[in-house]
C-alpha cells in the first residue's frame, strides 16, 4: 500500500472513507490522521508479529527495560521515516491537496515522562529497534501525561494533560493478557514438606491490562514493542468494599504521571504506581518465559530487567517473591537469579530525590513484599558484618531498612549485578562519593554509560535541511552508523558547506521567531545570537544565573550610553514541578523580566527575552535546531549527564556550560576551542559542601553587578507586588547561595562575552559549529545501547 504514491492514494481514500463513513472532502485531519495511522499499523503488523515469533522460536535473550516513564512524544513522523515511507505519504498526500505536516499536528504528544530521564527511556526503544537488539520497554499507560503549562500574568498555570481524547492509533489493547495486582491483605505461612511456604492472603486485587505499542527500527523488519500497563477493577471487586470507591482507587493507579518529584503527597499512590508496574510487568514476562522453558533456574540466561532508577527497584523483590513462592526455589538460588537477572541505573545524586519509603506506609501495602525487603536486608547486613567485623557504623549506613525507612537505592545495589551512572564524571562521583562505601563492598558491579540520544529523531527528524546536506557531503551512512559523522570533518574549512550550513541554521531561526511571534505576538530578531536554556526548572540548573546576567546587560545598556552588545534573544522553556514554590516564582521572574526588556525602548534594540510555553519533546524538535547557544549551566556536580547538551550539539550550537555531567565529555570530543567552559569544578563544588568557606554574601558586597541585579528581585524594580521575589532573593543571601549562582555569575558574565567575540567572526563560528556537528556522532544513543547491551545485558542482534 506504500508502493507507490498512486497505491497509496488509493488505499487512503479507501481506507478513510471505510473507517469514518465520510467522504475525503468531508474529512478533518484529526480522521486522515488516523487513517493514515491505521495504514501504518497494518504495514508493520507483519514485521511486528515476526519479531515476536522469532523471539519465541531462537529463544534469544531479551531486555526489558523497567520505567516509570516513556516521553515519546509524537509517533507518526519518525515511524513514517523509519519505514522509509514518508517520501510517497508526502507526495500523496500534496496532490490530494493535503500537507504531512498538518495532518501530524493532530497528534498529541505522548508525553508521559517529566524530562531526562523518560526521554532517555524513549530514546532507547528507538536505538533498540534500530539495531535489531531484542529490548522491550514496560511501563504505565498513565491516562494523563506531564501537565499542559500555560503561562497567565507571568505564572504558570498547569492543566490536565489529555492525550488519549481522541484515542492513540498506535496502541493494541491485549485484554487476554491481563495479570492481577494484589495489595494489602496478610500474609500467611505453612510448613510444607519441610519448608515454610507463604501466601499473600485477603489481598484487593486490581487488573493489570497491557496496551502495546510498536517500536519501529530504522530500515529493518525489527519491531519491538512498549507495554503500557493500564489499571482497571477486577471482574470480582473485593466484597467488604464500596463499589465505587474500589473503581476510583483502582482507576487512580494509572490515571497520572507524577509531576511532582518533590512533594510528599500522595506517596502510597505512587508506590502503588511502582509496584503495579513492577508486578504486571514480571508477571507477564515469567509467564511467556515458563510457556517457552518450563523451569525458572535459567531465567537470568534469558531474560535481562533493567530498572531506569529506582522507581522499578521493586522488582527485586518481587522476583523474588515469584521464585520463592510460586516456584518454591530456595533463597539462595532465588536470590543468584535475581542478582543475575536485575541492572539498575542512577540518574540523579541529589539526596532529596533518593527514593525512601517510611516502614508504615509500605509494610501494609506489600505485606509479602515487606517481609521478602526484610529479609534481603538481613542477609545484607550478615554479609557486610562478615566483610566488615564491628563496624557496626559502616552497616548502619549501608543497611537496606533503617530507621523506619526503606531505602531504594540501597536495595537496587544489592540485588543486581550492574550498577550504572549516565555520564563519567556522574559514575565517579557516585563510586568516590554518594556511592563509596557501597563501591568499596562490591567494586566489580560499577560502571559508566555516558547517555544518548535518537539522532534519527534530534537531527534526521528534527532538522531535515541539515541532515540533507550531511548526507549529500558525507553519504547516509550516519543515519545507521552516527559516527560516521566524524567524516564533516573534511568540511570545516569548505567555504560552501560553511555558508550552507549557516544559511541553514538562519533558515530555522526564522521558522523559529515565526512561531515564537505566532504564540507570543513578540518579534525577534533571527539575525541574533539565538541563546537558549530549555529544561526543567530547577534551582540546580540554574535558570537563575541566566536571569541574573541578562538582569545585568538590561541595566548596563541603559546606564552606560558606550555599552552595547551582539543582538541576542534569550530563549527559555521549562516547566515547574506544581507544587516546587522556588521553581514557580523563577518562571515568573523570566516572565517579568522579559515584559520589563522587551518593552524597553533601547534594550529591545539589542535583547530579546522569551518564555516559550509549554515545553515539551514536539515544542523542542523545533527549538534545537534554530539554536546558536545552548545554555547548560548547572552547579557542576549536580546534572548527571543532561541530554539537552547533546541535541544542541548535533544540531550545530555551540555549548556554553560547566564541567558537568556530559558537559566534560562533549569538551573532550570537540576540544577547549570549541565550547564555552566557566565556574567551579564539581571537585571545588563538593569541596566547599563538605568543609564550608563560601559566604554568598561576599559575592553580593564586592560586585556592583550582582549587588544591583540581585537588589532588583525585592525593590521597585519590578512592578509586581510586593515580596514577589523574595523567596528568590533569600536563597541567594539569607541561605548562603546553595547552587553557587553568585560565586559563577563573574566567570559566566565572562564567558558570555566570549560567546559574543566568538560569533562576531561568523566564519570562525561556523567552522565550530561544524566541528561540533562532526563529534555528536558518539551522543547517539546506539553508542549507548550497544553498550549496555555488550557489557551489561548481554544481548546480540537479531540476524535479519
Ligand atoms: C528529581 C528531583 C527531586 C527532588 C528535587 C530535585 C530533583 C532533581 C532531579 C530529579 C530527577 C531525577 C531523575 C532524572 O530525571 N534525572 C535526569 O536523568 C537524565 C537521564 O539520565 C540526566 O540526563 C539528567 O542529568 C538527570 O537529571
Known sequence: MFSSKESFQKNFLKRLEMTYGKTFRESTSRDQYNTLGIMVREYISSNWIQTNERNRAENNKQVYYLSIEFLLGKLMGQNLLNLGIRDVVQEGLEELGIHLEKIEESESDAGLGNGGLGRLAACFLDSLASLNLPGHGCGIRYKHGLFDQKIADGYQVEYPEQWLRHGNVWEVRKPDQCVDISFWGEVESREADGRLEFSHTAAETIVAVPYDMPMIGYQTNTVNTLRLWSAEPAHHPPLNRDLLSYKRETEAVSEFLYPDDTHDEGKILRLKQQYFL???SLQSIIRSYRNKNGTMHRFHDRVALHINDTHPVLAIPELMRILLDEEKMEWDEAWEITVKTISYTNHTTLSEALEKWPVY????????????????????????WERYPGDWNRIEQMAILAHGVVKMAHLAIAGSHSVNGVAKIH???????????FYGFEPEKFNNKTNGIAHRRWLLKANPELSDTITEAIGGDWVREP????QMKRFIY?????????????????????????QTAIKVDPESIFDVQVKRLHAYKRQLLNVLHIMYLYNRIREDSNFSVYPRTFIFGAKASPGYYYAKKVIKLINSLADKVNSDPKVSKMVKVIFMENYRVSLAESIFPAADISEQISTASKEASGTGNMKFMMNGALTLGTLDGANVEILEAVGPANIFTFGLTADQVLNYYENGGYRSTEYYHHDARIRQAA?????SFFHE?????????????????????????????????????????????QEKSLINIAHSGSFSSDRTIKEYSDEIWKIKPMIR
Not at 559514575?427 to 562505601?437: A, D, G, P, T, Y
Not at 559516527?483 to 566524524?486: K, N, R, S, Y
Open 278 to 280: 513492577v508486578s504486571a
Open 361 to 384: 506506609l509500605f509494610k501494609p501495602l506489600l505485606p509479602r513484599i515487606y517481609m521478602i525487603v526484610e529479609e534481603i536486608n538481613e542477609r545484607y547486613c550478615q554479609a557486610l
Open 427 to 437: 559514575s565517579e562521583i557516585l563510586k568516590n562519593r554518594e556511592m563509596k562505601l
Open 483 to 486: 559516527e560516521a559523522l566524524i
Open 494 to 518: 569548505d567555504a560552501g558547506m560553511k555558508e550552507k550550513t549557516a544559511q541553514i541554521k538562519q533558515l530555522r531561526k526564522e521558522m523559529l521567531a515565526q512561531k515564537i511571534y505566532s
Open 711 to 715: 537588589d532588583q528581585l525585592v525593590n
Open 721 to 765: 507586588t510586593e515580596g514577589e521575589f523574595e523567596a528568590i532573593y533569600d536563597s541567594l543571601l539569607a541561605h548562603n547561595d546553595q547552587y553557587f549562582v553568585l560565586k559563577d555569575f563573574s566567570s559566566y558574565a565572562e564567558a558570555q562575552e566570549r560567546v559574543e567575540q566568538t560569533f562576531i567572526n561568523r566564519s570562525e563560528w
